[in-house]
């Protein structure tokens, strides 16, 4: 089922356990589109999705379907939860780990090696500067669609 709660499940579960962060629903969105988008960031990859026009929108309806696949997460204890000052992050655990090497298949193992490309990209800004990054370049994302490429 594409994009539902627990597809979307699996990929976040994949994104905290091959970064080994604690996160926020927010960030957690952004790895995730970027990982499907890689294409945004590396302009010599291919999107893991087919290309869709104004794919950027998708960071706005994407962050209520990671919120429902974290919840969905959390209620099985696939994933935990901090809760502090800075608000509330997710990160894997154990138990997180040994469930995330039955995911083992070409496209979870293209998407974590997009995760990586996407956590190397983002590893010396805050969080808060990851958001204004997506905030500031936004408007510049295009499909191969609306680029006129060839898909």
């Known amino acids: 089922m594409y994009n539902s709660k627990q597809e979307i499940g699996c990929r976040i579960l994949l994104i905290l356990v091959c970064t080994q962060k604690k996160m926020r629903a927010e960030t957690l969105t952004i790895y995730d589109y970027f990982s499907v988008h890689i294409d945004d960031i590396y302009s010599d990859k291919l999107c893991l999705h087919p290309s869709n026009p104004n794919h950027s929108s998708e960071l706005l309806v994407r962050n209520l379907m990671v919120r429902n696949a974290l919840s969905f997460l959390v209620s099985?204890?696939?994933?935990?939860?901090?809760?502090?000052?800075?608000?509330?992050?997710?990160?894997?655990?154990?138990?997180?780990?040994?469930i995330s090497h039955m995911?083992?298949?070409?496209?979870?193992?293209?998407?974590?090696?997009?995760?990586?490309?996407?956590?190397?990209?983002?590893?010396?800004?805050?969080?808060?500067?990851?958001?204004?990054?997506?905030?500031?370049?936004?408007?510049?994302?295009?499909?191969?669609?609306?680029?006129g490429e060839k898909i």
């Open 103 to 147: 995911l083992d298949c070409n496209y979870s193992r293209k998407y974590v090696e997009y995760v990586r490309r996407v956590d190397e990209f983002f590893e010396k800004r805050t969080e808060y500067e990851i958001h204004k990054y997506v905030e500031k370049n936004m408007k510049n994302w295009k499909s191969d669609l609306e680029r």
């Open 76 to 98: 099985k204890g696939l994933v935990q939860i901090e809760l502090s000052e800075f608000g509330i992050r997710f990160y894997a655990d154990k138990f997180s780990e040994n």
